[in-house]
């Protein structure tokens, strides 16, 4: 069974600093993975989708990374701002329908 | 709004309620699946529906009925629930399996 570790679960930065927020996953066997921002109460955005056969993805900002090998992904936020305070999941698609969650790491960027 | 409508937002119902969660997506997606998020819990996999037919249902409670009349609409049939129900429900669509995930905004579910 496909488990998801989210590391830190919780991360207070000043504005300004860039920062890594980290996943791993127990089985490799996977057919992407995915990053979302959820704000408090809200529903997921997403930031990122990474296929298998991919290493990276940028967008602004964010640049995710994938190594499937040792079952590991990171999101690098470049320049954080206030408004990049929320929860940040990371997803794994098993090629499935049962996309696996980590439980988030929760963000908080002082001005 | 990401393409994927959930209504109503909030719902507080008793436990002998009847009450329906919506959702609705226009973005050509065949795959459609409904969530739950408890409080520091990650995110469990309710029901999936695929081209209109169920594929996976994860053991589910049966005060939970969903339903799929089309491949844009989705809904979540809720009756006799208990106060542990009480949760953020959301929807999602997807093209197919590795093509991500589009979620709605969910629906906030209180039960007294």
């Known amino acids: 069974k496909q488990e998801v570790t989210q590391i830190p679960a919780a991360l207070s930065v000043p504005e300004g600093e860039n920062l890594v927020l980290n996943c791993s996953f127990t089985?490799?066997?996977?057919?992407?993975l995915q990053w979302f921002r959820q704000d408090p109460g809200k529903g997921l955005t997403s930031l990122l989708l990474?296929?298998?056969?991919?290493r990276e993805q940028t967008s602004g900002r964010l640049n995710a990374s994938l190594d499937k090998s040792s079952g590991r992904s990171t999101l690098y936020i470049a320049a954080s701002q206030p408004g990049d305070s929320a929860t940040y999941l990371c997803?794994?698609?098993?090629?499935?329908?049962?996309?696996?969650f980590g439980a988030g790491t929760r963000l908080t960027v002082k001005p | 709004e990401t393409g994927v409508t959930q209504t109503p937002r909030h719902l507080v119902m008793g436990m002998t309620n009847k009450k329906s969660l919506k959702c609705e997506q226009h973005?050509?997606?065949?795959?459609m699946y409904w969530y739950k998020q408890s409080a520091k819990k990650p995110l469990e996999l309710m029901f999936v529906?695929?081209?209109?037919?169920?594929?996976e249902n994860n053991s589910v409670p049966s005060r939970f009925s969903p339903e799929c009349p089309n491949s844009s609409h989705l809904f979540l049939h809720l009756h006799t629930l208990q106060p542990e129900d009480s949760a953020l429900y959301l929807c999602?669509?997807?093209?197919?399996?590795?093509?991500?995930?589009?979620f709605g905004s969910g629906t906030r579910l209180t039960v007294v």
């Open positions: 999602a669509s997807s093209q197919e399996p590795g093509n991500g995930y589009t």
């Open positions: 089985d490799s066997a996977i057919y992407n």
């Open positions: 990474i296929q298998s056969s991919q």
């Open positions: 997803a794994v698609n098993p090629a499935s329908y049962d996309m696996r």
């Open positions: 973005l050509g997606h065949n795959a």
């Open positions: 529906y695929s081209l209109e037919e169920r594929v």
